[in-house]
């Protein structure tokens, strides 16, 4: 019973003598550990008699709850004592700038369609959608192209296997549709305009922007991209209205008043007339800009839209009635003025997924276009 108490007395005197916590678990580790002191007292209770276990078994656990209580009476205050130690050698400057966190950033075709969205509908334009999937009638037949026009040949245009009712009624939401028609991925948003015009009353100002497919791959080309149409249905429509509005949507886009057009004579067969649109363009610090005199020097003539009066054998074929009710449609590649305007110089790395070249070329997720604030303001590729 001496030898307890006296190792009690010792080991109460060491653990109030250690001066941090390396030194307390040195301690533990000779009181308590698989070969300490105290546990070795505990292994011999087994051999004692029981009239002997009774009288030094407490004593025995009396010393290892001392112990063990000790020990974590001088942890927390040696903890405390290293915390306050802390505090007081490492300080934070609270008027510092947080760490900006992780943000992802806007792919620039989503900008672009976001700046077009924002300038069209000043001008009195509302965003139609349709099915990627549509049917011969609404991506050719209604659209005046004939059977023999080259935009249906395999090369340029994914066709799709027949379709049952069932999946066409799913994607169209029309039981009645020809589920013997070939179907394909539509080449362009026109579809758009045909079920809009079939749906709506006019008068009728749409654009229709998405993604479309054609049989194409090279550095301004891909089986997928994006375009944006515009329609306008009304009386007394004429191509000085066309004008106007593709002057006033490029001159918004690309932020420039001296954006000049020229109209070239062109063929479309859902148009009537039918015009090429391009765009002047000079050279600025030995980069192609949009805008200035295109007849200066290192000027010229780009190509970005093309354009024309609706033909009323379209406007027939949407139930309307084309002596009444006219109009003017035109189309042109999102992900092209997207390029243009932000100087990407190949199309196929804005399809492929880099996070660098996102990072180089996208826009912060708040940065949300506005005329008042310019609708490409802000963001990396603009920068």
């Not at 080991?11 to 070969?35: F, H």
Request: hydrophobic share 45%; charged share 20%.
């Amino acid at each position: 019973m001496t030898d307890i108490e006296e190792l009690r007395a010792h080991y109460l005197v060491a653990i109030d003598a250690c001066a941090g916590l390396d030194a307390l678990e040195t301690v533990r580790v000779e009181a308590l550990g698989k070969q300490g002191r105290v546990t070795a007292l505990l292994k011999t209770m087994g051999a004692l008699t029981p009239e002997e276990r009774q009288v030094q078994g407490p004593a025995i656990h009396g010393l290892r709850e001392a112990v063990t209580a000790a020990l974590a009476t001088r942890r927390t205050t040696l903890e405390q004592v290293a915390l306050e130690a802390k505090l007081a050698a490492e300080r934070v400057d609270v008027t510092l700038p947080v760490d900006a966190a992780p943000t992802g950033s806007v792919h620039p075709v989503s900008q672009v369609m976001d700046e077009l969205a924002e300038i069209f509908a000043d001008l009195g334009f509302a965003v139609a959608t349709g099915p990627e999937i549509e049917d011969d009638w609404h991506n050719f037949g209604a659209l005046n192209i004939p059977d023999t026009h080259p935009a249906r040949a395999m090369q340029d245009t994914f066709y799709l296997k027949p379709q049952s009712p069932d999946a066409i009624d799913a994607m169209f939401h029309d039981a009645g549709a020809d589920a013997a028609a070939p179907f394909v991925l539509r080449t362009h948003t026109s579809p758009v305009q045909i079920r809009t015009m079939m749906q709506q009353p006019p008068p009728l100002r749409i654009i229709a922007p998405g993604r479309v497919y054609r049989s194409d791959w090279d550095a301004t080309h891909t089986p997928m991209f994006h375009q944006i149409e515009g329609l306008v249905i009304d009386r007394g429509i004429t191509l000085g209205h066309l004008k106007w509005t593709l002057e006033t949507f490029l001159r918004a886009f690309f932020e420039r008043d001296d954006v000049v057009l020229r109209l070239r004579p062109s063929y479309f067969p859902f148009t009537e007339p039918s015009a090429e649109v391009d765009v002047g363009f000079t050279m600025e610090k030995g980069k192609r800009v949009i805008g200035g005199d295109p007849n200066g020097p290192g000027g010229g003539w780009m190509e970005v839209l093309g354009s024309g009066m609706v033909h009323p054998k379209v406007i027939a074929a949407c139930g309307l009635d084309p002596a009444e009710w006219q109009g003017f449609a035109f189309g042109c590649g999102i992900d092209r003025l997207a390029m243009l305007k932000y100087g990407i110089d190949d199309l196929r790395p804005v399809f492929e997924g880099d996070l660098r070249w996102l990072k180089h070329y996208g826009f912060a997720a708040l940065d949300v276009p506005t005329l008042s604030a310019g609708v490409g303001s802000g963001g990396v590729g603009a920068a």
